[in-house]
């Protein structure tokens, strides 16, 4: 098993809040959404747990576009 510390984005700041959920089994459950705070200095969400495979889901509502350079996990 894998254990994840954080996930923390890169990109341009913005006045907006990205959601993000996750699935540990090939897309039959996700868990609910989680709000960062992409205005932040590090928009960074910790404590994600432990997993064997994992796919993450972005969802952004803000009225601005969003660009996001990369995706670290820790």
Not at 9 to 29: C, F, I, M, N, P
Not at 35 to 61: C, I, T, V, W, Y
Request: glycine letters at 4%; proline letters at 3%.
């Amino acid at each position: 098993n894998k254990f994840q510390g954080a996930l923390e984005v890169h990109g341009d700041k913005s006045e907006a809040l990205l959601q993000v959920r996750w699935s540990d089994d090939d897309y039959d459950t996700w868990s609910k959404f989680r709000a960062m705070d992409l205005n932040s200095m590090r928009p960074r969400m910790r404590r994600l747990g432990e997993f064997k495979q994992r796919a993450f889901q972005f969802l952004h509502l803000a009225d601005s576009p969003l660009r996001l350079n990369e995706i670290d996990t820790e």
